[in-house]
């Protein structure tokens, strides 16, 4: 069933990022007790559900609904590159340029 498919997709995607529900919860932005039942209860999510859980994930729906894509670790990359990359991905574009800038010029500096 589709709702099996979208629990596990959005699990996959959390152990992914070594999160707990409880962090999942925080990034989404919606209660730890909504998304504790999902699990639990194994009901799937709302759309606007989906959408704020996608938002924290840094991804679209389209994304998320690509099972073709699977979550697996970045070839190369530790925990906190990947999570910069995650970060970076949900920045607007103004704050991508800003966060471009900044880090630029933080390079510039190392010896």
Not at 10 to 27: F, Q
Not at 43 to 61: D, F, H, N, R, V
């Amino acid at each position: 069933m589709i709702e099996d498919q979208v629990i596990e997709r959005i699990d996959a995607l959390r152990l992914k990022r070594h999160w707990s529900l409880y962090r999942l919860a925080k990034e989404s932005e919606i209660p730890y007790s909504n998304l504790n039942n999902i699990f639990n209860r194994k009901t799937c999510p709302s759309i606007p559900t989906l959408e704020k859980i996608c938002a924290g994930l840094g991804m679209s729906l389209a994304e998320f609904f690509d099972f073709h894509t699977q979550p697996g670790p970045e070839d190369g990359l530790s925990e906190t590159e990947e999570d910069i990359i995650y970060a970076f991905r949900t920045l607007s574009q103004r704050d991508k340029e800003l966060f471009q800038t900044y880090l630029s010029a933080l390079c510039r500096q190392l010896p």
